[in-house]
Every structure is written in C-alpha cells, then in structure tokens.
Nanobody, 121 residues
Framework: QVQLAESGGGLVQPGGSLRLSCAAS????????MGWYRQAPGKERELVAT???????NYADSVKGRFTISRDDAKNTVTLQMNSLKPEDTAVYYC???????????????WGQGTQVTVSS
C-alpha cells in the first residue's frame, strides 16, 4: 500500500553535515505527521524530530539547534538536515509517516527501512 524509502546516510567526520531524505510512495490519499527516529547500538529507538501536516516541528533536546526537519508535500518527502554531527549521533535513522490511503480510511503509521549514519574520525 505505502512504502517509505530513505536515502542519504553514510560516514561523516565529527562536525560534518549530512542530509537524509525519505520519500513516500504507493496509494497515498494524504499524509499527516512525519518524523525521524534513530536507534544507536545498545540503545532504544528514540524520536529525533517530527513535523506535523501544518509544519509544526519538535526536536529532541540532543539535536536542537543542529538538526532541521522539513517536508515537501508536493513530493511526499521529509528531510532531515543534520549539522555539527557528533559521534553520539551514530545510529540507524528511520523515517515515519502517518498516511491514509483513501478518504474513508484512518491514518496508519508507516516506517522506512532505515539508513545508517556513522559519525567517526
């Protein structure tokens, strides 16, 4: 029904930048909230940033001032611009979106496959 495809992960040096993108495809009637989550080795998955359908953003305290989430509804994409990266940001990053596939269906939560971000010298 709906697929989320992430891209942009990789290996970067501390202090560097990286941009993650996630595109939703399939049977999409509308998209509600979108967000990015991450899971570091030995830790639970945590919320990084969210953006509502109206553009309201929220960030984890650990990334405030460094990361920026945005969305492009014309392309059904959500982007995470990551600056001043730290080794602690190393994790698998997952995008998430609430999507309804028809006018009569509720919003369901969909997840991307995850993309690895490694911050190391």
């Amino acid at each position: 029904q709906v697929q989320l495809a992430e891209s942009g992960g990789g290996l970067v040096q501390p202090g560097g930048s990286l941009r993650l993108s996630c595109a939703a495809s399939g049977t999409i009637f509308s998209i509600n909230d979108m967000g990015w989550y991450r899971q570091a080795p030995g830790k639970e998955r945590e919320l990084v940033a969210t953006i509502t359908r109206l553009g309201t953003t929220n960030y984890a305290d650990s990334v405030k001032g460094r990361f920026t989430i945005s969305r492009d509804d014309a392309k059904n994409t959500v982007t995470l611009q990551m600056n001043s990266l730290k080794p602690e940001d190393t994790a698998v990053y997952y995008c998430n979106a609430g999507v309804r596939t028809s006018w009569s269906s509720p919003y369901y939560s969909y997840w991307g496959q995850g993309t690895q971000v490694t911050v190391s010298s």
